[in-house]
């Protein structure tokens, strides 16, 4: 039997850039967001750890589903293993994905 994928996910947070690894993602039922599962880290007991990949690992601690929307993902990739969760000060400017459209006001339904 196959393994299963791994996917690297690279998404926007509070001004950084995020990438994450996990072995399930699939569209929400909640409208405009992706549904990451069973997040995947390098062993932490290594003699050099990477501060940004300790703290990522901390902040997904216990959890077991994580919603992100849609306009905040950069790219999501399958890959062969996983490597270091990393969180990167966002430097350049990079515009959100267009949204739908806009509803008219109520006054016009």
């Known amino acids: 039997m196959a393994a299963k994928p791994i996917y690297r996910v690279v998404f926007h ?3 950084e850039v995020w990438e994450l690894y996990a072995r399930e ?3 929400s039922e909640l409208w405009g967001f ?3 599962e ?3 880290f390098e062993d932490g007991s290594k003699l050099v750890v990477d501060p940004s990949a300790d703290r ?3 902040t997904f601690d216990g959890v ?3 919603y992100l929307p849609l306009n905040a993902i950069v790219r999501i990739d399958e890959v ?3 490597g270091p969760a990393r969180a990167i000060k ?3 400017r990079i515009a959100e994905f267009p949204r739908g459209p806009m509803l008219p006001p109520k006054s016009e339904r």
């Open 13 to 15: 947070q509070q001004g």
């Open 25 to 27: 993602i699939y569209q």
């Open 34 to 36: 992706i549904e990451v």
């Open 38 to 40: 069973e997040f995947v």
């Open 56 to 58: 990522l690992r901390h």
């Open 64 to 66: 077991k589903r994580s």
């Open 80 to 82: 062969e293993r996983e």
């Open 90 to 92: 966002s430097e350049g």
